[in-house]
């Protein structure tokens, strides 16, 4: 996550926005990406924006799996990725994919996008989640993270109610330290973080550089297709509460989170270094510093397996072929051995 630039423009409106039906968490519905897929909503308590839910998408069973994996997405993103659910499904996995509080399906049109003052509001969406992915089968659960969503998951394996249920740890170019130059990682952010402890509503410099989803889109230089209002060219704006809600989430990775369960952690093997569009930003990370995950992965417990992939994206699960082999290869291998 970089914060860059000036001001971001107003936020577009949400497009396709669930309603709040009275279902139970079991019931599923149509979703987005087709028949193969559909999503059940996770009503949550209401908080200072107002109603609160979560969606969980899985992908149709097509037998039985004991293992399961739930899948939390990044940062202005959302749930797309059907080759991943695939490929878990083809490695034995039943699928599920967790769209947070305002993100993509679980975005209403009162809030304001991808907004949390703390990230252990996120907890509860967690929660929700796993008592279904239980509910529906047993054997282990793998718990994947990305980006913003790796930051999220390991903490939630920290304090988390139900973290007792996930048996290992997928984190791909999780978001643990800003990609930032050292006055502004360790004096800017200190303060505007502190800020959003009284102003949690002020919003902040910031305007991500468009070229990592123009890497991605199939509409610019890209081969994926995605719902552009909900994982747009230009970043959604951020507020001081939201940076502050970062801010402690990374301090706590530095200062060690002890996970007892195993971690794998895969990354790109090199950052984007030139400035505006270059096709770098297809073989290298476009948002992150990978030296930064690699220094802080060790941080998450004692059991912590780190791999660069080269070539690889920022997702690298939506890197070009060759490097997304490679990450899916070392992901299954690794799973291959953790739940022989």
């Known amino acids: 996550m970089l914060l860059k630039g000036l001001a971001a423009s107003a936020v577009p409106g949400p497009i396709l926005p669930n309603p709040m039906p009275d279902l139970a968490a079991s019931v599923y519905q149509p979703d987005v990406l087709g028949p193969d897929f559909e999503q059940c909503i996770l009503p949550q308590p209401a908080d200072y924006e107002g109603p609160v839910h979560s969606t969980l998408v899985r992908l149709r069973p097509r037998g039985p799996a004991a293992k399961a994996v739930l899948y939390v997405h990044g940062f202005a993103d959302y749930f797309f990725q059907r080759e991943m659910a695939l490929r878990y499904q083809q490695h034995g996995y039943r699928f599920y994919a967790l769209d947070l509080r305002k993100y993509g399906r679980s975005w209403l049109p009162h809030q304001h996008p991808n907004h949390v003052r703390d990230l252990p509001e996120y907890f509860a969406d967690l929660d929700a989640a796993l008592a279904v992915v239980r509910a529906e089968g047993s054997g282990p659960i793998l718990l994947a993270g990305h980006s913003t969503g790796g930051l999220i998951a390991a903490l939630y394996l920290r304090d988390g109610a139900g973290r007792a249920q996930v048996s290992a740890l997928f984190l791909n170019s999780p978001f643990l330290a800003m990609n ?66 970062i801010h402690a989430g990374q301090q706590r990775v530095r200062q060690g989170l002890g996970l007892q369960l195993p971690i794998l952690v895969l990354h790109s093997d090199r950052t984007v270094q030139t400035p505006g569009w270059s096709d770098e930003y297809f073989r290298a990370d476009g948002v992150l510093n990978v030296r930064d995950i690699a220094r802080l992965a060790p941080r998450l417990g004692p059991h912590v397996t780190t791999q660069a992939i080269a070539g690889g994206m920022h997702d690298l699960m939506l890197s070009r072929l060759p490097a997304r082999e490679a990450a899916y290869q070392a992901l299954f291998a690794w799973l291959d051995t953790t739940f022989a």
């Open 180 to 245: 930032q130059p050292w006055a502004l990682r360790h004096v800017g952010v200190p303060l505007m973080a502190a800020l959003g402890r009284f102003a949690p509503e002020l919003p902040l410099p910031n305007k991500l550089p468009p070229e990592y989803v123009r890497s991605l889109h199939r509409s610019y230089d890209g081969e994926w297709d995605f719902h552009l209002p909900w994982k747009p060219l230009a970043a959604f704006p951020v507020v001081a509460g939201w940076l502050r809600a």
